[in-house]
């Protein structure tokens, strides 16, 4: 299942469970404006590991806060590219 559909997924779930009600989740959208506080996303980033198997914040050695959902996106995937590699490596 590819990395957008799966965030796009969780955040809607999260949203839902919370009755609130979420803009057009475009690339674009800045995430403070996206409707989800700062608990929703710490929730979205525990739902992503926990499905994903990866957590790209904790992994990355880079120090790096995305600030608009596209950016969130790239981030997962990138980091999903990153740990694929490292899985090979490690195996």
Do not use: C, W
Request: glycine residues 6%.
């Amino acid at each position: 299942m590819p990395i957008k559909f799966t965030v796009l997924a969780q955040i809607r779930q999260i949203a839902e469970a919370d009755n609130k009600t979420l803009p057009p989740l475009t690339d674009d959208l800045v995430l403070l404006d996206s409707g989800l506080d700062s608990l929703a996303i710490a929730v979205l980033v525990a739902r992503l590991e926990e499905t994903l198997g990866f957590d790209p914040f904790t992994e990355s050695d880079d120090i790096f806060y995305p600030v608009t959902l596209g950016d969130f996106i790239r981030f997962y995937e990138n980091g999903a590219r990153s740990h694929e590699g490292d899985s090979r490596r490690a195996g």
